[in-house]
């Protein structure tokens, strides 16, 4: 699949919303696909998480581009961190990640790792990983210090870094 093909994949998701991508969007989507790193600035509320968010899932299917959506595969494993030092934003990048995967059609898990999570919750992500983990930097160090951390891992591709600027100057 071309890379414009992947694209469409997010600007369908976007016209199924009534939305139109912005610039910084698609060129986001183009880089990601590349294979860039970078970071992505943008005002509040102009859709910096469907920026990585969309990629992230284009990625994934266009490695499945010739099956049907009912026979993707499940239980991927952790494609992607989104690391996010502020936890009240963690549940509206969930959301968002949520409405992405249902409109693409991925059967995708993606769920929050604070210290607000039970232990029940994080023994069953420890073993059975979604494949997007939104955390904080504290629930990440201590996945990192795990015995399993290398299981866990095993099939990352990205890990974006939300509000970053929050870290930058502080031990966190």
Known sequence: ???????AFGVQFFESNNWKPFPFQLK???H??????????????SGKTYSLIVPIM????????????DSLPTNNGLQAIWLTPIKALAKEIQISGQEAAA???????????????????????RKKPPEILITTPESLHLLL????????????????ADE???????KR
């Open 145 to 160: 210090a795990s015995n399993q951390y290398q299981e866990i891992f095993k099939n990352l591709k990205v890990v974006v």
């Open 164 to 170: 970053w600027h929050e870290l930058v100057g502080s």
């Open 32 to 45: 990601y696909l590349k294979g860039y790193n970078g970071i992505v600035n943008a005002a509040t509320g």
């Open 1 to 7: 699949m071309n890379q414009k093909e992947q694209i």
């Open 58 to 69: 284009i990625e994934f299917l266009s490695k499945y581009k010739d099956q049907d959506r």
């Open 103 to 125: 409109a693409m059609g991925i059967d995708w898990r993606i769920e929050i790792r604070t210290g607000d999570t039970s232990s029940s919750q994080r023994t069953k992500q």
């Open 28 to 30: 986001t989507w183009k």
